[in-house]
């Protein structure tokens, strides 16, 4: 397994940005596809992005367009670009790790078997 840590959260006016980092320890960053989860109190985790060893992207469509989930497998990071942020993107927001193969893009929070602890975003209006 790999260890998670996120960072960058905090608290922001709509239509402002975050960057949300996501950094890595133990096997292999980049032997993993990765992506970022959402829970905002009184509802299901949901998917935001997810990236394949490839770096073959995917977005729920409440974020195409708005951000963007590069990795960098030298500094063993994964990212979470958030730009144009509205008051509905406040949730508590969570890394996590998944062995898929080389062009896959894991889908379902079951596809993944490692999570970091969360970083809280909060937008205001």
């Known amino acids: 397994q790999v260890l998670l840590v996120e960072s960058g959260g905090g608290l922001v006016q709509a239509g402002g940005s975050l960057r949300l980092s996501c950094a890595a320890s133990g096997r292999s960053f980049s032997s993993y596809a990765m992506g970022w989860f959402r829970q905002a109190p009184g509802k299901e985790r949901e998917l935001v992005a997810t990236?394949?060893?490839?770096?073959?992207?995917y977005y729920a469509d409440s974020v195409k367009g708005r951000f963007t989930i590069p990795r960098d497998n030298a500094k063993n990071t994964l990212y979470l670009q958030m730009n144009s942020l509205k008051p509905e993107d406040t949730a508590g927001y969570y890394c996590?790790?998944?062995?898929?193969?080389?062009?896959?893009?894991?889908?379902?929070?079951?596809?993944?078997?490692?999570w970091g602890q969360g970083t809280q975003v909060t937008v205001s209006s």
């Open positions: 996590a790790a998944g062995s898929a193969c080389y062009y896959y893009n894991p889908l379902r929070s079951t596809d993944f078997n490692s």
């Open positions: 990236i394949s060893r490839s770096s073959r992207t």
